[in-house]
């Protein structure tokens, strides 16, 4: 039994590779006690092939863990990436083909997918951005510049 389950593992049909990726340590476990259940008494299964089956499930399982881990790991950078962007001008290409282009805003993830919000109210994949620019800095007019003397005087009439 075992054999045909390395054998179809190995094969080169897309969908059975698919259906083998599928299954869980739980279920070698479930398939190697029916197969010692049902081995003839006077041919028993070698202890070794039992401890390679046991060694097959272990690789499994660590083989899923690395491959959780590595997509967390892609997520996070992902998501780390985007929060560089916040407050920048981006360029890119929105879900339906187009080119947008805006001030990042905000930042949202939808499962493994990191999404820039522009004040627009488009959003972008963050796989997906073209350009990065630096905003331009405001240039400040006499009205702001009135605002800021207003708010230096009470902030030193304050402090006296």
């Given at each position: ?6 054998g ?6 897309a ?35 039992l ?70 109210g ?29 708010l ?5 009439e304050?402090?006296?």
């Amino acid at each position: 039994m075992v054999a045909s389950i390395s054998g179809a593992s190995t094969g080169t049909s897309a969908s059975t590779t698919s259906k083998i990726s599928q299954i869980k340590p739980e279920d070698f476990l479930k398939i190697m006690l029916a197969e010692l259940q049902q081995q003839d008494p006077f041919e028993p299964v070698a202890s070794k092939d039992l401890i390679a089956q046991v060694g097959q499930v272990k690789d499994i399982q660590s083989s899923m863990d690395l491959s959780t881990t590595l997509k967390d790991l892609a997520v996070s950078q992902k998501l780390s990436a985007a929060g560089t962007l916040l407050g920048k001008e981006i360029t890119g290409i929105n879900s339906d083909g187009e080119k947008i282009s805006g001030l990042v805003s905000s930042i949202t993830r939808e499962g493994d997918t990191i999404y820039l919000q522009l004040e627009s109210g488009q959003r972008l994949d963050v796989t997906n951005v073209l350009t990065v620019n630096n905003p331009k800095p405001t240039v400040p007019t006499p009205d702001t510049d009135a605002a800021a003397e207003s708010l230096i005087k009470e902030n030193e009439e304050s402090t006296k």
